[in-house]
Structures are given as structure tokens and as C-alpha cells.
């Protein structure tokens, strides 16, 4: 089932890559400081997903795990969280907006047949990658399916599925080099992680040489979100990832190790 309301995340699509800040400055101690026992994560309880919903076959609209978002923080008009993400979320939006920043979530969660229309739009040609019909430019499966992977998830692989992750603010790294979203990024890099948020999806190096380019914007609740990475790791393989125009391509790039896998490790190793 489409949901109309998914469709801007069409746009979700050529991003320039930029230099990652890791270094954070003094100017942002004191905020870290103001963080009180009670807004720090606590442990959240296990949650066991079947491998359907690992996979992103649900209705967030109608599953009890999810709740749906405010129009305080989105434009969007029906979309949902976990409820465990949501109840983080807003008490970092809080802490935020303490420091004179407001958190504005683009795209939370996206189920698989979401996925699939933003995945065959683009294998199709209907949405242009990088100003390309890849259809046509693109002839060899393997490597449509790599370059459409730069910035969009394969349907049944996505982060998105599980109700753990979210797009914050602007889905355009450079929008974070300055100003207003300099300030967001920074203040996130030293305040999400209190919060149980880690950007997964860092700049690709050394310490991640596979998976999706960088994604500043792309912030993961690791309390729920490391328990479905490992449930999924132990359930799902690229036999289950089908049911869309070129799942073929799966194994042939090994999608899990590769991309599902291909996190920051500073997120990987997050421990509650
Ligand atoms: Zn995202």
C-alpha cells in the first residue's frame, strides 16, 4: 500500500558529500553538562521483530509499537515512529530547543512498499539519479543497483523500516557546513548520543569503507535500533530480500554485509 503522504520523500536524492566535523568544540561543553539523570537514555527493554517487520512488511499506521509524529516537529502529516524513538526524540528536541535550535524531522519511518516505489522510480528511470535516466545510462543491473545505493536503500534493507531512524532538518550535507545548520549538526554531535542517536552513516573511510555515503541528517535510536541490527543479521538473508525490480542484485552486491552492516562503528559498538 502507497501512502500519498510518502511521496516528497522522492526528492530524497543527490546530495553533495562533505568533510565530517569530528572534532567538537568547547563551546558545546556546557550544553552537554546541562543534561540532567533524567534525560539520559535508559536501557530499553528487548524487543523482538519477526523477520516480516525486520524486513519493513507493516503498517505503521496501524501497529501498537508506533506512534505517529507531531506536527510541532514535521510537516508531514502521517508519519510514525517507535514509541521508545519518539519519547527520546522529543527529549532531545527539548534539550534543543534549550539551546536555541529546533529539531524538524523530514522522514521517519518508511515501510518496505514505501521503499519499493522510491527504488523502482529510480531503477525505472521515472526519477532521474544525478540528473540521469539510469534506465538507460545504466544498462548493467549491478551497477544500477550501486549507483541508486549512493543515497537510497534497497527495499527490505532500510534503517527506515524499523521505526528506529529519522532524517533530520535538511537531507543536503552542505546545509550542515554553516550557519543555522552548522549549529544543529554541532550541537548534535555533542548531545544525540546522550539521548541513545548516533549518525550511522558517517563519512566513508577508513573506519567505514562500505555502505551509504554520508547522511548528516540520518540519526539512528541505537537502544532499539542495535537489537534489530543484530536480530536482523542473525534472520534475514539476500534470499529474503526480493519482490521488487532488481532484487537480483542483492547477493550479487551483498547488500547486508555491505550496506545493512556498513555503519559507523562508533554505532555498531553502542552499547545501553
Ligand atoms: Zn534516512
Not at 21 to 46: K, L
Not at 117 to 143: F, L, R
Not at 238 to 260: C, M, Q, W
Amino acid at each position: 500500500m502507497l501512502h500519498n503522504h510518502f511521496l516528497p520523500v522522492f526528492s530524497f536524492f543527490v546530495f553533495a558529500a562533505c568533510s565530517s566535523g569530528t572534532s567538537q568544540t568547547a563551546a558545546f561543553e556546557e550544553d552537554a553538562h546541562s543534561i540532567t539523570e533524567t534525560d539520559a537514555p535508559v536501557a530499553a527493554d528487548t524487543i523482538i521483530l519477526s523477520k516480516e517487520e525486520l524486513l519493513g512488511q507493516i503498517d505503521p499506521a496501524q501497529h501498537a509499537g508506533f506512534t505517529k509524529v507531531a506536527s510541532k516537529y514535521t510537516d508531514k502529516s502521517d508519519i510514525y515512529l517507535r514509541k521508545d524513538t519518539y519519547d527520546a526524540f522529543e527529549r532531545m528536541a527539548a534539550a534543543a530547543k534549550q539551546a536555541g535550535l529546533d529539531l524538524h524531522i523530514v522522514s521517519a519511518t518508511r515501510n518496505f512498499d514505501v521503499q519499493k516505489s522510491i527504488w523502482e522510480a529510480k531503477w525505472n528511470g521515472q526519477q532521474k539519479v544525478g540528473g540521469q535516466n539510469i534506465s538507460k545510462t545504466i544498462p548493467d543491473p549491478k551497477q544500477r543497483a550501486l549507483k541508486i545505493l549512493e543515497y537510497s536503500s534497497m527495499p527490505g534493507s532500510s534503517r527506515h523500516h524499523w521505526g528506529t531512524d529519522m532524517d533530520l532538518n535538511a537531507l543536503d550535507n552542505a546545509y550542515f557546513d554553516k550557519g543555522t545548520g552548522k549549529k544543529l549538526y554541532d550541537w548534535l554531535q555533542a548531545n544525540a548520543a546522550a539521548y541513545g542517536f548516533c549518525q550511522v552513516y558517517t563519512k566513508k573511510g577508513k573506519d567505514r569503507p562500505n555502505g551509504y555515503h554520508e547522511e548528516r541528517w540520518h540519526w539512528s535510536y541505537m537502544p532499539l535500533a542495535s537489537q534489530f541490527l543484530r536480530q536482523y543479521d542473525q534472520k534475514v538473508t539476500h534470499a529474503d530480500i526480493k519482490g521488487f525490480d532488481g532484487a537480483e542484485t542483492a547477493s550479487l552486491i551483498k547488500i547486508i554485509p555491505n550496506y545493512v552492516m556498513g555503519i559507523a562503528p562508533d554505532c555498531k559498538n553502542w552499547e545501553p
